[in-house]
């Protein structure tokens, strides 16, 4: 099926959130659709836990809606449906990692069978264990178990992996892929590309409370990597945004910056055109380096 | 067949998620020797100290005084229990997020609070059996079996008020500095109530000073059931334990609406 023709089972429309005098969010739009991982991409502060927030009620639009399968966030009917695992420091240290997904499959009315929790987060060895006793990575995949024991149509994940060493967020990865094998919706929030990019079906790109890209990992892949070409030149941006290859292009105080996939023809056809080119300089970005390069850009222009 | 508790997912009920709760909710504070040991050793040890060997065949107005203290530690074990439980353990789990956690999910929030009231009453109970058991064995307290039941049932309820002066402390203190702020609260207020030695021993200003003070009233309702009570009619105390329940609610209410506006990280 194609991704557009899913049913749309969360939105955000026009949201707009502040706190204190920090904008967070600038007039979202967000459309999470059924049985499809995606991934909010961004920097810190971009938006991306306020974004989660907001889908689970916890905290209030300043303006704009939010629907949660036909309901308001924060109704009882949509938080049977939902699951969450939040950027939270620790829960109660001397409760067992079993007793922990007993208490919170209560809550539900479908949840998944207390084996099958456990299975699917890797804790079968661990379900004895106080909270207290386990390390970081294992924390994670108890709260991890927790936002999926009531096998939730919608599951939230902000950041899952932060603060994880890489053996341990592989690891994780692989017990989230092992929920979306039920073919059940996830909205993934994450500043690594390579995590979207290993789970997503989508990813939307958010900096500084706006949406700046959308598409699917490949499409996101293409803009944020590749390679950055500087220049001074009197050339109009709109003449260097026709040369074939060039991405996008923006200017600031007479310096240009491109973005292309490959320099060479691009450098070549711009010599061509102004002799009197100066200043060049071609950088090859890393997948970070090349995102935090479009989201700056972004916030330039 | 053999089907295991785990393999087989249970249906939502409220009872079942209240139950176990409540549950868990008091494990969680049974394997923690840093609240459960304070909690209910304290006051016993106090009592012990106070009540049973400075006290013994000493008088207090009209009962003796191991009697006499049987109330008001009775009535200073059950502050502490839900102040520390109440107060420190939302301040606690606010700030790790684990409350932020909770209210994501469909849980009832009613069900976190009565869970929380539950543990205070349970530990309450221990504590105030266990200074039943020390007062009839060691200090000569002897009284007819209701006033025992009736002594019980108002220390037990005297927990209600501090619970939700506990909720309001639990919504305004930060996770590291509540401990310290309920004990620089409890500490000074069960002493100046009279709570450690009888009011009437202390100097004539502290004397008129506790009247104003909530843990008074509980005190003298507690030391009504053994006819030893100085304070005013027992429903004026109850008059001002109502009030200063209703206060820390409001409190705790705007605490609790913050929070729903707030987000962490």
């Known amino acids: ?301 | 067949m053999n089907t295991t508790a785990q393999a087989v997912s249970q249906p939502r009920s409220l009872t079942r998620i209240f139950a176990l709760e409540a549950k868990y909710e008091l494990l969680k504070l049974l394997r923690m020797p840093a609240y459960a040991i304070p909690t209910v050793l304290f006051p016993l040890l106090f009592y012990v100290l106070f009540g049973l060997v400075f006290g013994s065949g000493r008088m207090a107005g009209p009962v003796n005084m191991p009697t006499y203290l049987l109330a008001t530690y009775g009535t200073f074990g059950v502050i502490g229990a839900s102040l520390f439980g109440f107060g420190v353990g939302v301040a606690i789990e606010r700030g790790q997020g684990w409350m932020l956690l909770k209210r994501a999910t469909p849980m009832p929030p009613l069900a976190y609070f009565t869970a929380k009231i539950f543990m205070a009453l349970t530990f309450s109970l221990i504590v105030v059996l266990g200074l039943f058991g020390l007062g009839a064995l060691f200090g000569d307290v002897a009284m007819p079996t209701v006033t025992w039941v009736s002594l019980a049932a108002v220390l037990i309820a005297g927990a209600l008020p501090f619970c939700a002066f506990g909720l309001a402390l639990g919504y305004f203190c930060g996770p590291n500095s509540a401990p310290a702020i309920v004990n620089l609260l409890y500490l000074p207020l069960a002493f100046l109530s009279g709570l450690w030695i009888p009011v009437q021993a202390l100097p004539s200003l502290l004397q008129r000073l506790a009247p104003a003070l909530p843990p008074y009233h509980f005190s003298q309702l507690a030391l009504a059931q053994v006819g030893a009570s100085t304070g005013p009619a027992a429903w004026i105390s109850v008059l001002y334990l109502a009030l200063f329940t209703a206060l820390s609610l409001g409190l705790a209410l705007v605490g609790y609406r913050r929070d729903e506006g707030k987000t962490y990280g």
Not at chain 1, 36 to 51: D, F, H, Q, R, Y
Request: some cysteine.
């Open chain 1, 1 to 301: 099926m194609a991704e557009n023709q899913r049913e749309v089972i969360a939105e955000l429309k026009d949201v707009w959130k502040s706190y204190g005098d920090l904008m967070a969010l600038c007039g979202l739009d967000l459309e999470i659709r059924a049985g499809e991982v995606l991934s909010i991409l961004g920097p810190n502060g971009a938006g991306k836990t306020t974004t989660v927030n907001l889908l689970l009620g916890l905290a209030k639009p300043l303006q704009g809606s939010v629907r949660v399968f036909g309901c308001a966030a924060d109704h009882p009917k949509s938080r049977a449906r939902v699951g969450a695992m939040l950027q939270i420091s620790a829960v109660p240290q001397t409760l067992r990692v079993a007793e922990l997904v007993e208490l919170f499959s209560s809550y539900y009315p479908n949840p998944l069978a207390a084996k099958e929790t456990l299975r699917i987060a890797g804790l079968q060895e661990l379900e004895k264990r106080p909270f207290g006793e386990l390390s970081g990575g294992q924390r994670q995949r108890v709260l991890f178990a927790l936002s999926i024991c009531g096998d939730p149509e919608l599951l939230y994940l902000d950041e899952p992996t932060t603060g994880l060493d890489v053996e341990a967020r592989r690891g994780l990865w692989q017990q989230i892929r092992t929920f979306v094998e039920r073919g059940r919706s996830v909205v993934l929030t994450t500043h690594y590309l390579e995590e979207a990019d290993a789970l997503a079906d989508r990813i939307v790109l958010l900096n500084e409370g706006r949406s700046i890209a959308e598409g699917s990992p490949t499409m996101i892949k293409a803009r944020v990597t590749g390679r950055r070409i500087r220049c001074r030149t009197r050339l109009h941006t709109s003449e260097i945004d026709g040369i074939p290859g060039v991405k996008s292009v923006s200017s600031e105080d007479g310096l240009v910056e491109i973005l292309t996939s490959r320099a060479e023809p691009v450098v070549r056809e711009l010599l061509m055109r102004d002799s009197d080119l100066s200043d060049l300089e071609v950088i090859g970005a890393a997948l970070d380096d090349a995102f935090l390069a479009l989201t700056t850009k972004q916030e330039a222009a």
